[in-house]
Each structure stands twice: as C-alpha cells, then as structure tokens.
C-alpha cells in the first residue's frame, strides 16, 4: 500500500498523559497536514508542512499540541497533558503541487479516546 | 470568512433514483472545490475536484460561482454509493494550501 499511512489507529489514554500519533505520507509528495475530526463534524485543519518547514497553524492548535517533520518525510503530533475534549479522529493528508492543484489524499486517522 | 455549507445531514434515496448533494461556499478569492467521500470503514478518499471537470462513478459536480454552489448530482442511485459525502474547499495559506470541509451529508440508497 503506497498511501497514507498513520500510526497507531486507535489510542485510548487517561487524562493528564501526553500522546504522540505518526503519519508517513506518500513517498514524493512534499506537503503534509494534520487535521481533527470530531462526531458529527468534518475534518478541521490544525497545521501544514512543506518539507520540513512548518508554514501554518491553526488557532486549534493549542500550546499542548505540538507537531514535527523532522526530515521532510514522516511527521508526528504530540499531545501534552491530554483532556478529554481532545477525543477525536486525527486525520493526516500529504499532496504535491502538480500544475495549478493540490490534491490531498488522506491516510486513515488514528481515533483517540481520551477517558 | 470561508465557510462550506452542506445543509443536509442524512438524504435517503431509492435505488435508481436521481441524487443531488448540496453543498454552498463563501471564499473571497478563487475557489478550488472537492468532493471526498467516505464509505463505511474507510478512509476519506478523493471523488471529484471541479477543476478536473470529470465523472467519477457517474457522479458530476458544476461550480457555479452566481450561487456560489457546487451541488453533487448522480442521475441513477446505486446502493453501493452509500456513503458519507463531504464538499471541501481549498484555501490559500502561507505557502500552501488547506481543505475546509462542510459537515457532511451521509447517503443512504435504499432498495
């Protein structure tokens, strides 16, 4: 399988612990974003990465999460001091620019229940 | 501020008969629109994109920017198209790009 790969694919955690959630994109593309699903809603951006640089972050995104692609491949989200209203589905996307798009595949989410 | 609207949750449909999923966007620049879908059990995967201007599965979607819509429409339902449909639009962003989805409409073909 050569899509988006995220790891692992469902957490269940105790408030108060840090989490950390792995996405490894498609091989060439360049682009990387994390996104957050919650119940009844759709996915909502919470950061970019082009290559290694971080270029974007939502006002989701809290000082308790923090993000990383270290050699412009894979990228993890690490989750400090969890709450329970940081269950959901985080979903990761990778693209690369051909053209005039930027089509993002998605990789499968890892579901986290925080308890 | 952009937003996707998709104003229905659930539409039920017979086999066999025409679909239309709505979806309306408020973007400022110059819209780039999505459907993804997402069958039971899977992940969110790519339909259509308007700017391909293609028929995947027998579905098309028409950017219209007068109604600023960009409706899904099917002529003759499948029941392997239940699904949950999602419209995305792509905003600009520093240095790349980023999806904002509507809420979802889930399909549900009955027999």
């Known amino acids: 399988d050569t899509g988006v790969s995220q790891d692992p694919r469902h957490k269940i955690t105790k408030r108060g612990q840090n989490v950390t959630f792995r996405c490894d994109p498609i091989?060439?593309?360049?682009?990387l974003y994390w996104y957050r699903q919650t119940l009844g809603q759709g996915p909502e951006f919470l950061t970019y990465?082009?290559?290694?640089?971080?270029?974007?972050k939502s006002r989701l995104l809290s000082d308790r999460f923090s993000a990383e692609r270290p050699k412009g491949s894979f990228s993890t989200l690490e989750i400090q001091r969890t709450e329970q209203g940081d269950s959901a589905m985080y979903l990761c996307?990778?693209?690369?620019?051909?053209?005039?798009?930027?089509?993002?595949?998605f990789g499968p989410g890892t579901r986290l229940t925080v308890l | 501020a952009q937003r996707v609207t998709q104003p229905e949750k659930l539409l039920s449909v017979f086999k066999g008969a025409p679909v239309e999923l709505k979806c309306n966007y408020s973007?400022?620049?110059?819209?780039?629109l999505f459907w993804y879908v997402q069958y039971s059990r899977q992940r969110l995967q790519l339909l259509l994109r308007?700017?391909s201007r293609e028929s995947i599965k027998g579905f098309t979607a028409d950017l219209n920017k007068g109604e600023t819509s960009f409706h899904l429409k099917k002529p003759f339902a499948q029941e392997e198209d239940s699904a949950m449909y999602y419209c995305?639009?792509?905003?600009?962003?520093?240095?790349?790009?980023?999806?904002?989805f509507g809420t979802g409409t889930q399909l549900k073909v009955e027999l």
């Open positions: 990465f082009q290559n290694e640089a971080q270029l974007e």
């Open positions: 996307a990778s693209s690369k620019r051909q053209g005039s798009t930027d089509t993002q595949y």
């Open positions: 995305a639009l792509l905003i600009l962003t520093g240095g790349g790009n980023k999806l904002t």
């Open positions: 091989s060439e593309h360049n682009r």
């Open positions: 973007y400022s620049g110059s819209p780039e």
């Open positions: 308007h700017i």
